[in-house]
């Protein structure tokens, strides 16, 4: 599709909820998407090729990862991010701006930019806007983020309205620096932590800039689902409806449905992968926790409603063995059930949607994930979403 447009199709509406296809360089996308995290150019636990065969369409890279290892440079002169990980559909990256101001050393922040020392090594590192967009483009990066500040959660609106602000100038600089391609896209990223005036005033200044797509950054670090769902409230009907909305970290299966009856497109969580390397499975009727004893004699799969081997074809007896083993395979068979797990969720809510009952659809899966199955405590596993490190 190299040379193609790129561009949302809508569907399908039902209320809020959309149902399209995002059309990009390097293949179609079928929304709402949720993408699979390869921080460092790798789905964790996961081929490429498994990862595919979940149904997943688009996966997401990360900027500052890449950046120190194993280099921006070295990926390009191997032909780019996708032919490096042998991924043949879209990526897109997130601009490295969040795992600045989470995982570096001895950052200091100015209007330029941030100098930070890697978490690796200790080498120093400027990132800019310009350096941020250099490095994606460097990638073959498909989406390509604006830089930006995430917020911290909680802090004083004074101070979430400075760093904004300052996202919303580095956005500016972001689409000076973006060398623009057909089928590739650069998104802004709305800012403002959960102060509604904020939030319209960020997409307001986005939308001036003008952008392919528009995030939502600066949730799902702490603030809770009721806070969240506030927030997109806030935020989703001061975005463009042309363009693909995407929340940034999120997550957790309840808050992605909540966030597609709100109007969102597009989603990206490690929790499908993290929590299968911690022995925890997703399933219709909540959360397992792999490393119980009551699993050891249990002949069932995982859940059979899921389409994959992993989910279908082994016995929890036996991925329960695999784990209190320490066998590679039972937290390999773990990540590739969740991340088939979230496809099927998302291919239900188009479905969902084109047959506009996803308001029923939505009361059905919370239920379902509130009953537990058998009398396992839906909570057992106390799995914690979170934005990728």
């Given at each position: 599709?190299?040379?193609?447009?790129?561009?949302?199709?809508?569907?399908?509406?039902?209320?809020?909820?959309?149902?399209?296809?995002?059309?990009?360089?390097?293949?179609?996308?079928?929304?709402?998407?949720?993408?699979?995290?390869?921080?460092?150019?790798?789905?964790?636990?996961?081929?490429?090729?498994?990862?595919?065969?979940?149904?997943?369409?688009m996966i997401l890279a990360n900027t500052y990862h890449l950046m120190l290892r194993p280099g921006a440079e070295r990926i390009a002169a191997l032909g780019g991010v996708r032919r490096f990980m042998n991924w043949p559909g879209p990526i897109l990256t997130d601009s490295g701006g969040y795992q600045v101001m989470s995982l570096a050393k001895l950052r200091h922040l100015s209007e330029d930019g941030v100098t930070f020392q890697s978490h690796i090594d200790g080498t120093r590192h400027h990132l800019t806007p310009e350096?941020?967009?250099?490095?994606?483009?460097?990638?073959d990066t498909t989406i390509t983020m604006a830089f930006d500040e995430c917020t911290p959660f909680p802090a004083e609106k004074a101070a979430v309205a400075e760093s904004m602000r300052m996202s919303m100038r580095w956005a500016a600089r972001s689409k000076a620096a973006y060398t623009v391609?057909?089928?590739?896209?650069?998104?802004?990223?709305?800012?403002?932590?959960?102060?509604?005036?904020?939030?319209?005033?960020?997409?307001?200044?986005?939308?001036?800039?003008?952008?392919?797509?528009?995030?939502?950054?600066?949730?799902?670090?702490?603030?809770?689902?009721?806070?969240m769902f506030a927030t997109l409230d806030q935020t989703v009907p001061h975005l463009p409806n042309e363009a693909p909305r995407y929340l940034m970290g999120v997550g957790k299966p309840l808050d992605i449905v909540g966030a597609v009856l709100r109007g969102v497109d597009m989603f990206d969580c490690v929790l499908p992968t993290r929590s299968g390397r911690t022995a925890q499975a997703f399933t219709r009727f909540g959360p397992l926790n792999?490393?119980?004893?009551?699993?050891?004699?249990?002949?069932?799969?995982?859940?059979p409603s899921v389409p994959c081997d992993a989910s279908r074809n082994y016995s929890r007896a036996y991925i329960h063995h695999l784990v209190k083993s320490e066998e590679l395979l039972g937290l390999m068979l773990l990540s590739w059930h969740?991340?088939?797990?979230?496809?099927?969720?998302?291919?239900?809510?188009?479905?969902?949607?084109?047959?506009?009952?996803?308001?029923?659809?939505?009361?059905?899966?919370?239920?379902?994930?509130?009953?537990?199955?058998?009398?396992?405590?839906?909570?057992?596993?106390?799995?914690?979403?979170?934005?990728?490190?």
């Amino acid at each position: 599709m190299t040379g193609s447009t790129f561009k949302l199709e809508l569907i399908a509406t039902d209320d809020a909820a959309r149902r399209g296809r995002l059309m990009t360089a390097h293949g179609p996308v079928d929304t709402p998407a949720f993408m699979p995290v390869g921080t460092a150019a790798t789905v964790k636990g996961m081929f490429p090729e498994t990862v595919a065969s979940t149904g997943a369409q688009m996966i997401l890279a990360n900027t500052y990862h890449l950046m120190l290892r194993p280099g921006a440079e070295r990926i390009a002169a191997l032909g780019g991010v996708r032919r490096f990980m042998n991924w043949p559909g879209p990526i897109l990256t997130d601009s490295g701006g969040y795992q600045v101001m989470s995982l570096a050393k001895l950052r200091h922040l100015s209007e330029d930019g941030v100098t930070f020392q890697s978490h690796i090594d200790g080498t120093r590192h400027h990132l800019t806007p310009e350096r941020s967009i250099a490095i994606q483009h460097q990638l073959d990066t498909t989406i390509t983020m604006a830089f930006d500040e995430c917020t911290p959660f909680p802090a004083e609106k004074a101070a979430v309205a400075e760093s904004m602000r300052m996202s919303m100038r580095w956005a500016a600089r972001s689409k000076a620096a973006y060398t623009v391609r057909p089928g590739y896209a650069l998104f802004g990223i709305v800012q403002g932590g959960i102060h509604g005036d904020l939030r319209a005033e960020s997409a307001a200044a986005l939308r001036a800039i003008g952008f392919d797509g528009y995030a939502i950054g600066g949730l799902a670090v702490g603030e809770g689902q009721d806070l969240m769902f506030a927030t997109l409230d806030q935020t989703v009907p001061h975005l463009p409806n042309e363009a693909p909305r995407y929340l940034m970290g999120v997550g957790k299966p309840l808050d992605i449905v909540g966030a597609v009856l709100r109007g969102v497109d597009m989603f990206d969580c490690v929790l499908p992968t993290r929590s299968g390397r911690t022995a925890q499975a997703f399933t219709r009727f909540g959360p397992l926790n792999m490393r119980n004893a009551r699993h050891a004699d249990d002949p069932r799969p995982l859940d059979p409603s899921v389409p994959c081997d992993a989910s279908r074809n082994y016995s929890r007896a036996y991925i329960h063995h695999l784990v209190k083993s320490e066998e590679l395979l039972g937290l390999m068979l773990l990540s590739w059930h969740n991340v088939a797990f979230y496809q099927k969720l998302m291919a239900d809510l188009r479905a969902a949607i084109h047959g506009g009952t996803s308001s029923a659809f939505a009361a059905a899966f919370a239920a379902d994930q509130a009953r537990g199955e058998d009398g396992e405590d839906a909570s057992e596993s106390s799995i914690a979403a979170g934005r990728d490190s």
